[in-house]
């Protein structure tokens, strides 16, 4: 059974840094393109980013709110996937989740995320 | 960028009844890059349909996804209690690579 379990979130001030972390298992992670996806309180979902495979090139793609700020990496050696987030705002607050893809347009296996709140 | 406008925003309906809702994109998208996903209260997301119309692993088949170009639609033939949940459109391409609707508040009537 697939599972991610995220952890890392927190009080961050503004113009802080935090870094997310998500335990995978029961799959074989080395093989799986992984996603970041976060949610605001009451709102929509929002893609925040994706790693491919190394095997694929192990390279990065970011949404433009958080292009140059936050940054995706893996450790296959730990199945785990990885998000640095730094120059924190408060419109980062949300509940970050990690996601395996199911195809290059899917995302399959979803964990149930960490809450990260910025506020002065 | 891609827009995607799901509609209606809440859908109220009873158990047993057929649900249609829409996912309309501000461009064409390949039916391909076209994913619906369900959300619960308190719970992850969870992927229904890919490719427009394809059920993912251990979805009943009252679900159905169809459509192509901007309008896309998922249909639920006959609701059970379990459905009543958030639906999201979600589709892949350039840039920004995922793009997500608002949602659609599924309730019961």
């Known amino acids: 059974e697939v599972q991610l379990v995220e952890s890392g979130g927190g009080l961050v001030k503004p113009g802080g840094s935090l870094r997310l972390s998500c335990a995978a298992s029961?799959?074989?992670?080395?093989?799986?393109?992984m996603s970041w996806v976060r949610q605001a309180p009451e709102k929509g979902l929002e893609w925040v980013g994706r790693?491919?495979?190394?095997?694929?090139?192990?390279?990065?793609d970011y949404a433009a709110p958080v292009k140059g700020r936050f940054t995706i990496s893996r450790d296959d050696s730990k199945n785990t996937l990885y998000l640095q987030m730094n120059s924190l705002r408060t419109e980062d607050t949300a509940v970050y989740i990690c996601?395996?893809?199911?195809?290059?347009?899917?995302?399959?296996?979803w964990g149930q995320g960490t809450l990260v709140t910025v506020f002065s | 960028e891609i827009v995607l406008t799901q509609s209606p925003g809440t859908l109220s309906l009873s158990p047993g009844e057929r649900a249609t809702l829409s996912c309309r994109a501000s461009?064409?998208?390949?039916?391909?890059?076209l994913v619906w996903y369900q959300q619960k209260p308190g719970q992850a997301p969870r992927l229904l349909i890919y490719g427009a119309s394809s059920r993912a692993t251990g979805i009943p088949d009252r679900f159905s996804g169809s459509g192509s170009g901007t309008d896309f639609t998922l249909t639920i033939s006959r609701l059970e209690p379990e459905d009543f949940a958030v639906y999201y459109c979600?589709?892949?391409?350039?840039?920004?690579?995922?793009?997500f609707g608002q949602g659609t508040k599924l309730e019961i009537k």
């Open positions: 996601a395996t893809h199911h195809t290059e347009a899917t995302l399959g296996s």
């Open positions: 979600q589709q892949y391409g350039s840039s920004p690579r995922y793009t």
């Open positions: 790693i491919i495979s190394k095997i694929g090139g192990g390279t990065t």
């Open positions: 029961g799959f074989t992670f080395s093989n799986v393109w």
């Open positions: 461009q064409s998208v390949s039916s391909s890059s």
